[in-house]
């Protein structure tokens, strides 16, 4: 059967600012992927985020040209433009509406790191993403933290949300680390794609020296 036909789907939301997209970010999502029988991941571009100061940034164009070079051999990850399609800020609880929407069949996981997890409860209603959507959240120290464990024993308590643990190999990598490297003149290459590092260094992004 065409995968696109199954209904009630498992759909994992791979919600970032990708500035840039790196290992951290894909093993994250292929991990969730394995780990709880997704039928596909979304890659979703954040608009440039209200919450982060993004001086030395990329365009959205860059930022969705970048996912798309680091999803384009893995089927079950898509580009989704959800959020990059509407108008003004763009909050994960108004994301969360529309898939459920206009998928009422299909189950959402959302897929984040720790510290995601630890700031939900000052995203916009986080009562209603934790109804729309299983939490998925990985620790940056392979297992999770007896910290990240008490977390997310409090947020499923208080908002009787449904939380479960990646076991997910860790990769020390950040954005903000690449953006630093390449500013630095240092060398990005295995930290990300190579078609990623690549565009960056083909579109002169973050501010190369060199
Ligand atoms: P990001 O910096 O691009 O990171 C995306 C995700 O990847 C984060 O959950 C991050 O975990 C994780 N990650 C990054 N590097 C990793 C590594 N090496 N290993 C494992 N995990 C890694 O994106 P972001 O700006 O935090 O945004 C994440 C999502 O949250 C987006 O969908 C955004 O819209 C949403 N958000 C919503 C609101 C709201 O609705 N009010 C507010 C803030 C964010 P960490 O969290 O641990 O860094």
Not at 3 to 23: A, D, Q, S, W
Not at 47 to 70: F, G, H, I, Q, W
Not at 72 to 88: A, M, P, T, V
Request: with cysteine; aromatic share 10%.
């Amino acid at each position: 059967m065409d995968k696109n036909m199954v209904k009630n789907k498992r759909i994992g939301i791979m919600g970032g600012t990708f500035n840039p997209i790196h290992f951290g970010h894909l093993l994250l999502a292929e991990t969730a992927y394995h780990q709880f029988g997704l039928d596909e991941v979304l890659f979703m571009p954040t608009k440039n985020p209200y919450y982060k100061n993004l001086s030395n940034t990329a365009t959205e164009e860059d930022r969705v040209n970048m996912v798309c070079l680091a999803i384009e051999d893995n089927d079950h990850f898509c580009l989704s433009k959800e959020e990059l399609d509407r108008d003004g800020t763009t909050y994960t609880v108004e994301t969360l509406r529309n898939l459920t929407t206009a998928n009422p069949d299909h189950k959402y996981f959302f897929i984040m790191g720790a510290d995601s997890l630890y700031h939900i409860e000052s995203w916009r209603e986080p009562e209603e993403i934790l109804r729309m959507a299983v939490i998925l959240v990985a620790g940056r120290d392979g297992g999770g933290s007896s910290s990240l464990k008490s977390q997310i024993a409090y947020i499923m308590n208080k908002y009787d949300a449904d939380i479960r643990l990646l076991k997910s190999p860790v990769l020390e990598i950040s954005s903000h680390g690449i953006r630093r490297r390449i500013k630095d003149g240092q060398s990005i290459r295995y930290l990300l794609p190579k078609k990623v590092a690549d565009y960056i260094l083909e579109h002169g992004l973050y501010g190369q020296t060199s």
